[in-house]
Nanobody
Framework: QVQLVESGGGLVQAGGSLNLSCAAS????????MGWYRQIPGYQRELVAT?????????ADFVEGRFTISRERTTSTLTVYLQMSSLKPEDTALYYC???????????WGQGTQITIST
């Protein structure tokens, strides 16, 4: 089992910055990619950014260079970070961390952290 613990998020004014982190522990062997999705009430969950074991990154079009995803590995944890800047009110959503094991076709999800951008 993979446990994901998210931190960061909160309320910030438009144009501001926030940083998210997500620490994976437990059975982290075999995690191929980690990243972030977000969900706005009434809408489907959508991809924000991902990074894989080769440190390649992928971003949604709406990111437009405003976010940077990175990852850090120790012997027992794997942590992914999302640095967000130039935040817009439309970035307001519940942000979820995920970890994927392709070989096992399994995803683990964090509990979600709320980000609210005020005008």
């Amino acid at each position: 089992q993979v446990q994901l613990v998210e931190s960061g998020g909160g309320l910030v004014q438009a144009g501001g910055s926030l940083n998210l982190s997500c620490a994976a522990s437990g059975s982290i062997w075999g995690i191929n990619s980690m990243g972030w999705y977000r969900q706005i009430p009434g809408y489907q969950r959508e991809l924000v950014a991902t990074t894989d074991s080769a440190y390649r990154s992928n971003y949604a079009d709406f990111v437009e260079g405003r976010f940077t995803i990175s990852r850090e590995r120790t012997t027992s944890t794997l942590t992914v970070y999302l640095q967000m800047s130039s935040l817009k009110p439309e970035d307001t959503a519940l942000y979820y961390c995920y970890a994927r094991k392709i070989a096992l076709n399994t995803d683990a999800w964090g509990q979600g952290t709320q980000i609210t951008i005020s005008t």
